[in-house]
């Protein structure tokens, strides 16, 4: 859960929402391997939200790069 809301926060920080796997994988290393505080992090926001599935609910689009979904798609 904690990783897929570490996807979500490094594609709202991109523009458009949007960015490709080779992006995804950069942020993902620095905040994993910065030290506790990032995982400590994600899992507090995490319990907030037990049952998120960005994969599963389609909050992520696109096959050649990660993009997150406009509320107004359907």
């Given at each position: 859960?904690?990783?897929?809301?570490s996807?979500?926060?490094?594609?709202?920080?991109?523009?458009?929402?949007?960015?490709?796997?080779?992006?995804?994988?950069?942020?993902?290393?620095?905040?994993?391997?910065?030290?506790?505080?990032?995982?400590?992090r994600?899992?507090?926001?995490?319990?907030?939200?037990?049952?998120?599935?960005?994969?599963?609910?389609?909050?992520?689009?696109?096959?050649?790069?990660?993009?997150?979904?406009?509320?107004?798609?359907?």
């Open positions: 859960m904690s990783f897929q809301l996807i979500l926060k490094i594609l709202a920080g991109q523009p458009g929402g949007r960015a490709s796997l080779e992006i995804v994988k950069q942020h993902l290393a620095i905040f994993y391997t910065s030290g506790p505080e990032w995982p400590a994600m899992k507090r926001i995490a319990s907030r939200e037990p049952n998120l599935d960005i994969f599963g609910q389609r909050r992520i689009l696109d096959h050649h790069c990660a993009r997150t979904k406009d509320p107004r798609e359907a």
